[in-house]
């Protein structure tokens, strides 16, 4: 039976097939030893009856019975095992342990499969599987944040000068093509911290109910976290698209008419018209819009005694 390969699997095991086996409870740990019924080597395990995630409250322990899956920890080698698993044969099974009031516990075959059901989850639980959710949740998360960088990154590049040389429309267009992005971002990575992370807090399961209702919530977190996911990630890509949206009405958006500086322009008489230069409609006159009732005037060139670019008309 030495040579029996390694493979994660999980068998049913009978009443027999537990005879040998011992268990006691020590505080909120289930330590139980007897013969592994696949490759018959003496195992021992250690089952933490608490499991640590983001939901419901503790309470203390309540010895009764309790379905739990019990993985092989044999230190015989089988081959085919992966580096990175530290002992057994790859086999799990369940069984039901009647917990005493004194913490002596006798095993007998499980029978209920929705509760086998339930223990193997919460012993793959324990074991870090379910955290791969959280992880891409927090690498997503990770990358919106990068993507709200962008709009840092892009804007200016693109250049407020740019987007001030857009028509009004056009430039409407950006800032709530940005206001959107900066939103949708902020959604993404809202739903994204609550997709990978939580409120942690110590579980105890020491008994069938309180596996039931572990069972019960965590399949349901399960579903939350996955539906969150899901809208972080239906967010980034409109924070995307919205980015996509301001950039290019930036670069490709109807340009206004370019105007020049503010001008002064000094007449014989002495009087000055402020204003910005328009392009002329016939030869020898400048045309200006003045910069006090936006009317448009026309100064033949013979009128123009001195002409000075201004920062504004309103200051001297
Ligand atoms: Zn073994
Ligand atoms: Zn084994």
Not at 63 to 69: D, I
Not at 129 to 149: S, Y
Not at 212 to 226: E, I, K, S, T
Not at 229 to 247: E, G, K, N, S
Request: proline share 5%; with cysteine.
């Amino acid at each position: 039976m030495k040579s029996m390969p390694y493979a994660p699997e999980r068998i049913t095991v009978t009443d027999a097939q537990l005879a040998g086996w011992t268990g006691e409870l020590a505080g909120t740990d289930l330590l139980l030893s007897g013969r592994c019924p696949a490759c018959r080597d003496s195992t021992f395990v250690n089952l933490a009856l608490t499991s640590t995630s983001l939901e419901g409250a503790d309470r203390r322990p309540t010895p009764a019975l309790l379905t739990t899956s019990v993985p092989c920890g044999c230190t015989t080698s089988h081959r085919d095992r992966p580096a990175t698993v530290a002992g057994g044969c790859g086999r799990t099974w369940e069984v039901t342990a009647s917990i005493a009031a004194d913490g002596a516990v006798t095993l007998a075959a499980a029978t209920d499969p929705y509760l086998q059901e339930a223990a193997d989850a919460f012993r793959r639980e324990q074991t870090g599987e379910l955290q791969a959710v959280r992880t891409a949740a927090d690498r997503w998360t990770a990358g919106v944040v990068a993507l709200i960088g962008l709009v840092g990154l892009v804007m200016p590049a693109v250049g407020r000068d740019a987007i001030r040389g857009l028509i009004p429309a056009a430039r409407a267009v950006v800032g709530i093509a940005l206001l959107a992005a900066l939103a949708f971002a902020a959604l993404a990575v809202l739903r994204g911290y609550q997709a990978a992370h939580g409120r942690p807090i110590t579980r105890l399961v020491d008994d069938d109910e309180a596996l039931r209702d572990w069972y019960v919530r965590h399949r349901g977190q399960a579903a939350v976290a996955g539906h969150r996911l899901r809208q972080a990630i239906r967010a980034a890509t409109a924070t995307v698209l919205a980015l996509a949206v301001a950039v290019g009405s930036t670069v490709f958006g109807p340009v206004s008419q370019a105007t020049s500086a503010p001008v002064r322009v000094t007449r014989p008489d002495g009087s000055v018209v402020c204003g910005t230069l328009l392009s002329s409609t016939r030869d020898n006159a400048l045309r200006l819009r003045r910069g006090d009732d936006g009317s448009v005037e026309v100064l033949p060139a013979a009128d123009v005694v001195r002409l000075q670019p201004v920062r504004s008309c309103t200051s001297p």
